[in-house]
């Protein structure tokens, strides 16, 4: 299993991919906006403190993502941390 930040065209999502399950479940996401950055964190709930505008720079939304490991919503993740690498989208 892996977790790692993916660019897109106007930000960057959290993936967790599922290694030789061809399956993959976007946790979070980074979207750049005119105003600063705005990021989410996905729950199965109602908890709209995952969510928040605004902020300065890419790396301080990504922190806020993080920082509610919403990786760990899905089983067999705990103890995972998120790749340092920024992976590219498929063609």
Do not use: C, N
């Not at 106007?10 to 705005?38: H, M, N, P, W």
């Not at 403190?49 to 490991?69: H, I, L, M, N």
């Not at 705990?78 to 790749?83: C, I, K, L, M, N």
């Amino acid at each position: 299993m892996q977790i790692y930040w993916r660019h897109l065209r106007r930000g960057q999502r959290l993936i967790v991919d599922y290694d030789g399950a061809a399956q993959e479940e976007e946790v979070g996401g980074v979207r750049e906006t005119k105003s600063g950055f705005d990021a989410f964190a996905k729950t199965f709930g109602y908890e709209p403190g995952r969510a928040q505008k605004g902020f300065p720079s890419v790396d301080v939304a990504k922190e806020f993502v993080e920082s509610f490991r919403p990786w760990e919503l899905y089983e067999g993740t705990a103890g995972f941390e998120v790749e340092q690498e920024v992976r590219q989208a498929p063609d």
